[in-house]
């Protein structure tokens, strides 16, 4: 082939799926991601079993907050989901599931709560003789 022309393998335009830059990460990235996952496992541990907080609620609220930087450090470290990947493909995948499992969550709890609310009193008299 001359130098003008592209060889046959280049010449079709298809990428083979490769899309762009493939992060690669290596053993110091794998054991960043650990130490972190293990630092936001324990920390909740230690804040529950000592009591640390004031409120059973201001504890709770860390603990949910600890979990979802959890969840992130596992997608970032573990499963190398980030804008790049797969062509962006990947996280506008995990954006519909977000928005999904939130849909989901809120409609649950909200049915929960007017269910909740819209049950008829019970008199103690009703309440000792239920199962």
Known sequence: MSA???SA???HGHDHGHGGE?????????????LLAAALTAVPFWLVM????????AT???????????VVVHMIYFLHMNSRAQGGWSLVALLFT????SVALAGSLWVMYH???DMMPMS???????P
Do not use: E
């Open 4 to 6: 003008g022309h592209p």
């Open 60 to 70: 709770a609220a860390v603990v949910m907050g600890v979990a979802l930087v959890q």
């Open 98 to 101: 977000v928005l999904f499992v």
């Open 22 to 34: 493939v992060t690669h990460f290596s053993r110091k990235d794998y054991v960043v991601g650990f």
């Open 9 to 11: 393998h280049h010449a």
């Open 50 to 57: 000592n009591h640390a907080l004031p409120s059973p609620a």
């Open 124 to 130: 103690p008299q009703d309440a000792r003789m239920a």
């Open 115 to 117: 269910l909740n609310v």
